[in-house]
């Protein structure tokens, strides 16, 4: 079965609106029955389903289930019952089967323009990019994050790169997301775009009142780096940061290293 074409609504435009994230530990029903869905129209049949689920939930598939009818049922009852990141782990097995038979290279497109699609229409916080699934935030998280890496490459800062890169994974990692980690990661990306800025070795901290912010820019960056040295490095008994604030700390930093770089590259130009 492959129904991987044009509809009515992609035709046309219409969708339903993008629902607040209010799900990011857990794949309700929807979703499981979403990502089956979308495995048996990019053309998998009952069979190729139930080997890749039971590969990624290392389960035996029931012998006595060979009829297509039974093994759909048992595909159905995997998924139904698997814990619910490794749900996610599912859907990126699958993007990687579609490819064996995707001659076209539109098969892969399509799972992952309308899984994305079916998280954003039930307010999942992830999306898959290129087939991984990473954590889905604010638009402004989305799009600070991925202009920063783009701007650091093109200004040949791939420390920096790397370092935004790796805040990205922390924050993505299933079942629990590594926030310190994504919060120390970020800082460090600044660090380093700050540091080619301002020619020295020092510590942000001292960096940030010799950079070209203005106020009352450059107060709230140095808060931000104190909040991120406290809950980053030196995170107190009871008190880890939430994914929230995480993500604010990544945004921060990604748009801030973004407005240095092209503020430099714009002063040399002059």
Same mark, same amino acid.
């Given at each position: ?34 990502v089956l869905m979308l495995g048996y129209a990019a053309g998998m049949g009952p069979s190729g389903l139930r080997s890749t689920i ?14 297509p009818g039974n093994v759909e049922a048992e595909v159905s009852r995997l998924i139904d019952h698997a814990p619910w990141y490794n ?59 991925? %202009?920063? @890496?783009? =701007?650091?490459?093109? +200004?040949?800062? $791939? ?7 790796? *805040?990205?994974t922390d924050i993505s990692r299933r079942p629990k997301a590594d926030v310190t980690g994504a919060i120390q990661h970020a800082m ?58 995480? %993500?604010? @700390?990544? =945004?921060?930093?990604? +748009?801030?290293? $973004? ?7 714009? *002063?040399?130009?002059?």
């Amino acid at each position: 079965m492959n129904d991987f074409r044009s509809g009515f609504s992609d035709r046309h435009g219409y969708h339903g609106d993008d629902l607040e994230i209010t799900i990011r530990e857990d794949a309700p029903q929807d979703i499981r029955s979403g990502v089956l869905m979308l495995g048996y129209a990019a053309g998998m049949g009952p069979s190729g389903l139930r080997s890749t689920i039971c590969e990624v939930l290392l389960k035996r598939p029931d012998p006595g289930n060979w009829s297509p009818g039974n093994v759909e049922a048992e595909v159905s009852r995997l998924i139904d019952h698997a814990p619910w990141y490794n749900v996610y782990d599912i859907a990126e097995r699958l993007h990687g089967e579609v490819r064996k038979d995707d001659y076209a290279g539109t098969k892969q497109v399509e799972f992952e323009r309308r899984l994305n699609r079916l998280f954003r229409e039930h307010g999942v916080g992830w999306q898959m990019d290129n087939g991984a699934i990473i954590a889905r935030g604010s638009e402004a998280f989305t799009i600070a994050s991925r %202009e920063a @890496v783009a =701007t650091m490459r093109d +200004a040949g800062k $791939v420390t920096a790169a790397t370092e935004i890169h790796e *805040a990205l994974t922390d924050i993505s990692r299933r079942p629990k997301a590594d926030v310190t980690g994504a919060i120390q990661h970020a800082m460090a990306a600044l660090e380093c775009v700050a540091r080619e800025i301002d020619g020295s070795k020092d510590t942000l901290g001292k960096i940030i009142p010799r950079l070209t912010l203005p106020a009352p820019l450059d107060g709230a960056l140095h808060r931000l780096w104190g909040f991120a040295s406290e809950q980053g490095r030196h995170i107190q008994e009871g008190r880890e940061p939430c994914f929230e604030e995480a %993500e604010l @700390v990544v =945004t921060v930093a990604s +748009a801030v290293s $973004v407005y240095l770089l092209r503020g430099a590259a714009l *002063a040399e130009r002059r």
